[in-house]
Structure formats: structure tokens, C-alpha cells
């Protein structure tokens, strides 16, 4: 089954710097690579999300890369804010409707 | 946009004891609803994917015959847990996806501890 692996499980970062979140994946029928943020006791907030036929894929702040060959896609967040601290997690899927294998999870700690 | 939501929020329950955890869709319909479990600080596992009117899929590893599942109707999927150890206290949460959308919709989760 497919296995998604993701790096670091935590990231500090100064408040105005980038942060970027790295996952690997090992299906290569997975088609849909979604990014949710989780604060504590929350349910997951889908944040941006990229299928397989685009390369690249931004809204505001954030962008999602993924390199299909290579299996890995990645999450960045600029200008990073105080608010932008929580645990961010990736995901891939066969389709957007199906069952998703999370990666481990991202602890952002963004300081003033 | 959809909601999905979760009954009870929280339970507290006596170890041997059976916990039925409801799954909603409220404005759309969902023919499969997926359960996933989150232990403190990790990740989201994927436990079994509930199908409207047939058998649930379990992952591997996980018990059928403790973790219960219905989706009885094509708004509601229910997780029982049988037997309840404290080991299964845990967060379960559960998402539906529109058939006819891209989008998967999580439930605001289930806080299961057992005692």
C-alpha cells in the first residue's frame, strides 16, 4: 500500500520567513496530494491540495510543488504569521474521494 | 460548504464497556465515509472505509470484530467500539467525500477516553 513520508516533524521559524515541509510517496498511482493543518483538538483544515497532471499550484501565501518522477511534493508557506503555527500534514490518495495515508505530521511553531 | 458532523464530541467510558461514535453527513449524501483514529501527537490512521448498504473495509491490523461499523443510511455511518480497553482512547475521526466533488469532508472528531 502506499506509504508517505514527511519531514521535519518540527520547524521554527521567525515570523516574516518561509517555511517548507517536504513528503515522499511510494505509490505511483497516487493522483491527488492534499495538505491539512491541524490545530490541538481539531478536526484537519484542508489548506491547498495538487493533482497529478499540474506541477505547481499557489494560493496567496501558500504553494504546493510536486515532482511525480521523483514522487514528492512539498508545502510552502511565506511570510509566515503567528496564526500559521500548527501541525500540517500531507496526504496522498488514487483519487480525491478516496481513502488518504497521511504522512507524520509537522509541528510549525511560527515566533514573533 | 459540507458538513460532517460527529456524535458524541466526547466520551468517557469504563474499561469493557461498548461506544457507538455517530458520523453525519448534513447537506450531502455519502455512500462511503472513512474512520481514522489519531493518537496523541501523531499522525491520522486510516482504520476502515465505511460503504453505504455493504461490508466495511478494515485496514490491516485493525480488528473488525472490535471496531463495528454501519452505514446504514446514505447520511449516517456509526463506529462501535466493543470492549473498550484503555489503549483505545483516542481521538476517531471521521470524513466523507462528495461523490460528485473533489473535496473530502472531516467531522469535527470524537474524543474516546477510556478508563
Known amino acids: 500500500g502506499e506509504n508517505v513520508e514527511q519531514h521535519p516533524s518540527t520547524l521554527s521559524v521567525q515570523e516574516g520567513d518561509s517555511a517548507v515541509i517536504k513528503c515522499t510517496y511510494s505509490d505511483s498511482a497516487s493522483n491527488y496530494f492534499p495538505w491539512y493543518k491541524q490545530e490541538l483538538g481539531k478536526r484537519p483544515q484542508l489548506i491547498i491540495d495538487?493533482?497529478?497532471?499540474?506541477g505547481e499550484k499557489k494560493d496567496q501565501r501558500i504553494a504546493v510543488t510536486l515532482n511525480k518522477t521523483a514522487k514528492h511534493f512539498s508545502l510552502h508557506i511565506t511570510e509566515t504569521q503567528p496564526e500559521d503555527s500548527a501541525v500540517y500534514f500531507c496526504a496522498a490518495s488514487i483519487e480525491s474521494w478516496g481513502k488518504l495515508q497521511f504522512g507524520s505530521g509537522t509541528q510549525v511553531v511560527v515566533t514573533p | 460548504g459540507a458538513v460532517v458532523s460527529q456524535h458524541p464530541s466526547w466520551v468517557i467510558c469504563k474499561s469493557g464497556t461498548s461506544v457507538k461514535i455517530e458520523c453525519r453527513s448534513l447537506d450531502f449524501q455519502a455512500t462511503t465515509m472513512f474512520w481514522y483514529r489519531q493518537f496523541p501527537k501523531q499522525s491520522l490512521m486510516l482504520m476502515a472505509t465505511s460503504n453505504e448498504g455493504s461490508k466495511a473495509t478494515y485496514e490491516q491490523g485493525v480488528e473488525k470484530d472490535k471496531f463495528l461499523i454501519n452505514h446504514a443510511s446514505l447520511t449516517l455511518s456509526t463506529l462501535t467500539v466493543t470492549s473498550a480497553h484503555p489503549e483505545d482512547s483516542s481521538f476517531y475521526i471521521c470524513?466523507?467525500?462528495?461523490?460528485?466533488?473533489?473535496?473530502?469532508?472531516f467531522g469535527p472528531g470524537t474524543r474516546l477516553t477510556v478508563t
Open positions: 495538487i493533482r497529478s497532471n499540474v
Open positions: 470524513s466523507a467525500p462528495r461523490t460528485s466533488g473533489y473535496e473530502q469532508y
